[in-house]
């Protein structure tokens, strides 16, 4: 019998996700599963019928989120819609819990027999514990990414497992990569790289483009000779260019734009690789940068309203992932208000020049790489396992 699957991402690191979960439900099925939802051209490329654009649901912070309310509104009563007409075996939302929640609710409504999947857990532990209590009222089933997740989704009541991070699987560079990423870009062997990160969403591209410029200014003054790599998500390609324009040491923008992804993939493998240091945008950027061995800075603002809101909820004393994995401080990060040039560019200053700091980092991101399932099943094929379990 046809699996019939209803996926929603709305973000690239959900894309990912979604579409090693569809390509390890492929395999347990036989190739007999059929998808519709959402999602962007990794999911699409695995066979996902797309409902509408992926990137209309990349919002984040609660200012965004309320601008746009009315529209994300509407697309998720039309979801649901969409999901009851469907009468897939499960519902399964990736992240982006704002729409992903609301959607399950109003499928849990229109038709309580849908099975509701929630793939990332949402961080509970972090800040506002009781969404874990109200998530329950209309997800059947979550997938955690971190190990010490599923006890906060059993206590209320849902089945939860740790399927592993998929970051475990991200290939490295190689050889080759490395040396064709620096003769396209003239950066010889022995010249210090800095790779910059500002965010995967036009509002971090905003808000943190001047920032990251500014701390690189002490940076390049004490390694005058530095190059500056910027990766481009491809739903901010376009602004990016024009935001970092002012930025010191002519930034080498890697514009994923009329490259296959393929291609784009390897060049980026390779500039993670080599970079000596990074500073990037809070997420799961920092997860990567773990798997790639670079040592990074991480830094992060908001508006004044998600700033306020968030900050003051927060039970935890850091928010990047291999210091909470790996139950370590070792990565620095510079969270709100701390978000200045400044102290940012101190930091990497230190990350560039200090051996020991740099060897800490390195100690923590192997444990964390451990932690998060590295040498295992791969999380893709264990999620799917996970989701099969449930509908059987």
Not at 67 to 92: C, F, G, Q, S
Not at 236 to 241: E, F, N, P, S, Y
Not at 258 to 266: L, R, V
Request: aromatic share 4%.
């Amino acid at each position: 019998m046809t699996l019939r699957l209803f996926l929603v991402a709305g973000e690239p690191s959900g894309d990912r996700l979604g579409a090693a979960l569809m390509a390890g439900l492929k395999t347990l099925a036989g190739g007999d599963v059929v998808f519709h939802g959402v999602g962007g051209p990794l999911m699409q490329a695995e066979g996902l019928v797309p409902l509408f654009d992926m990137e209309e649901l990349s919002v984040i912070g609660l200012t965004e989120i309320i601008a746009n309310y009315r529209r994300l509104a509407r697309r998720v009563t039309d979801t649901a819609k969409a999901v009851t007409a469907e009468r897939p075996d499960a519902l399964i939302t990736i992240d982006i819990p704002e729409f992903s929640l609301r959607l399950a609710s109003q499928v849990k409504d229109r038709a309580p027999d849908i099975r509701t999947i929630h793939y990332v857990a949402p961080t509970v532990w972090a800040w506002r514990p009781g969404r874990a209590r109200k998530m329950a009222r209309s997800v059947d089933h979550v997938l955690a990414l971190l190990p010490f997740e599923p006890p906060y989704m059993q206590a209320e009541g849902m089945s939860c497992d740790f399927v592993g991070h998929p970051v475990v699987t991200e290939p490295k560079a190689s050889e080759a990569e490395i040396a064709a990423f620096r003769d396209k870009h003239g950066i010889a062997p022995g010249e210090t790289t800095i790779l910059v990160l500002p965010g995967s969403r036009r509002s971090e591209i905003e808000r943190l483009a001047p920032i990251f410029g500014d701390a690189l200014r002490p940076v390049l003054a004490r390694h005058p000779g530095a190059h500056v790599v910027v990766p481009a998500a491809p739903a901010v390609a376009g602004m990016l260019g024009d935001k970092i324009r002012d930025w010191p040491g002519q930034p080498h923008i890697l514009d994923p734009r009329g490259q296959a992804p393929d291609a784009f993939a390897a060049e980026k493998r390779a500039a993670f690789s080599l970079a000596d240091v990074a500073l990037a945008a809070s997420g799961t950027v920092s997860l990567e940068l773990a798997a790639a061995e670079t040592p990074m800075v991480i830094a992060y603002d908001m508006s004044w309203l998600s700033r306020t809101v968030i900050l003051s909820l927060l039970k935890v004393d850091t928010v990047t992932l291999v210091n909470l994995v790996a139950e370590s401080r070792t990565v620095p990060e510079f969270i709100g208000k701390a978000c200045r040039p400044g102290p940012v560019g101190a930091a990497l200053n230190t990350l560039l020049d200090d051996a020991a700091a740099r060897t800490a980092q390195l100690n923590a991101m192997a444990l964390t790489m451990a932690r998060l399932g590295k040498g295992g099943e791969a999380p893709g094929l264990r999620a799917a396992r996970s989701v099969m379990s449930l509908i059987r």
